[in-house]
């Protein structure tokens, strides 16, 4: 079973950047497709960006537009979220979500393939 913490979440003003970290333990980080959902102030959660098991990575066009990155490093048992050109539309708690998946290139978008979900961070974004 794999456990999930998220950091990096914090207040900032609208054009700043932030990366969101994700650290997974308990189990065989390479064999998880990794995602990023937010939960805005009464809105649902979403699906931000996704990494495959082998790097290949799917992003939200309406959520995102260019603006995040979503990078995994198995050597460190992490997934990071860099997100430049914060807008206040983008205030959310942030979730990092892991998929346990056979394919190295499968990648779910839907909210309910992810097995495993961290607490989240919160991400405040001022105009």
């Known amino acids: 079973q794999v456990q999930l913490a998220e950091s990096g979440g914090g207040v900032v003003q609208a054009g700043d950047s932030l990366r969101l970290s994700c650290a997974a333990s308990?189990?065989?980080?390479?064999?998880?497709?990794m995602a990023w959902f937010r939960q805005g102030p009464g809105k649902e959660r979403e699906f931000v960006a996704g990494v495959s098991r082998n790097g290949r990575s799917t992003y939200d066009p309406n959520a995102v537009k260019g603006r995040f990155t979503i990078i995994r490093d198995n050597a460190k048992n992490t997934v990071y979220l860099q997100m430049n050109t914060l807008k206040p539309e983008d205030t959310a708690v942030y979730y990092c979500?892991?998929?346990?998946?056979?394919?190295?290139?499968?990648?779910?978008?839907?909210?309910?393939?992810?097995?495993?979900w961290g607490q989240g961070t919160q991400v405040t974004v001022s105009s």
């Open positions: 308990g189990g065989f980080f390479s064999n998880y497709a």
């Open positions: 979500a892991a998929d346990y998946v056979p394919g190295l290139i499968s990648l779910s978008l839907r909210r309910s393939d992810y097995e495993y």
